[in-house]
């Protein structure tokens, strides 16, 4: 069976703020996004990257990807979760295709981390995602902004992406979901009943959320091309 990257690109990055979107900020001399979508590109096992952008896009057409594998669906809905299910339809994958949703905003992904995520999950029933056991004490905070509860961090990890699912088990699981409380693809499965895979992922992985995660993404960037 294939494995098909799906990236959703058509967030409006409001907690970033800015002119256009963060995947289109510049970071060393290329969109943001392009990055994320090179990474991807080179992972061998990986035959095509299709991203689903805003349908009222005005970035795209700009920048020339020069990525081979590329392929640009502008069907991008209201929520990431619409995005996705939008672009799995009209990516037009094989039911048992392996499909690798990942985040836009997650440029500093590595090729190992993809290859280790195929590698795990090949023969697996379910699928399943890259995340990390989460490092620091969690606090449930009440209204106020005191600490309501310590959250005992055992057996806690954070989800990054790629999330890794056959085609045809996202297609149901997005279509059952109540897309309004999905943040990611493992969440939709869970609700449909299974238990995707824990891969662990590496701290680089982070997702750029706030301006002050450029300058760590561009550091990283600029380190791997030395
Ligand atoms: O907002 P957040 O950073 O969690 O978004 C994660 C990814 O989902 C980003 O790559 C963003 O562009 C994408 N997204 C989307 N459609 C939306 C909202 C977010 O494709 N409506």
Redesign the pocket.
């Known amino acids: 069976s294939r494995y098909l990257a799906l990236v959703?690109?058509?967030?409006s990055g409001s907690r970033f703020g800015g002119p256009s979107p963060k995947?289109y900020l510049q970071l060393n001399n290329r969109p943001l996004m392009w990055h994320t979508l090179q990474v991807l590109s080179q992972v061998a096992a990986i035959s095509r990257v299709v991203v689903?952008i805003s349908p009222g896009d005005e970035w795209f057409d700009d920048f020339e990807w020069d990525l081979p594998k590329l392929s640009v669906l502008r069907v991008?809905?209201?929520?990431?979760a619409?995005?996705v299910r939008n672009g799995l339809q009209a990516m037009e994958a094989g039911e048992q295709d392996w499909v690798l949703v990942h985040?836009?905003?997650r440029c500093c992904l590595s090729v190992a981390a993809v290859e280790r995520l195929i590698a795990t999950l090949a023969d697996d029933a379910v699928g399943g995602l890259l995340a990390l056991p989460v490092p620091d004490t969690v606090k449930r905070a009440d209204g106020e902004g005191r600490i309501s509860a310590t959250v005992p961090r055992q057996g806690l990890w954070l989800a990054q992406t790629p999330q890794m699912f056959r085609a045809g088990l996202l297609a149901e699981a997005l279509a059952a979901a109540t897309v309004a409380d999905i943040t990611d693809e493992a969440s939709a499965v869970e609700q449909y009943g299974h238990k995707p895979r824990l891969v662990e992922g590496d701290a680089q992985n982070f997702?750029v959320?706030y301006p002050r995660d450029l300058a760590l993404a561009r550091a990283i960037l600029a380190a791997r091309k030395e």
């Open positions: 959703p690109a058509a967030g995947q689903v991008g809905g209201a929520s990431r619409e995005s985040d836009a905003a997702k959320t």
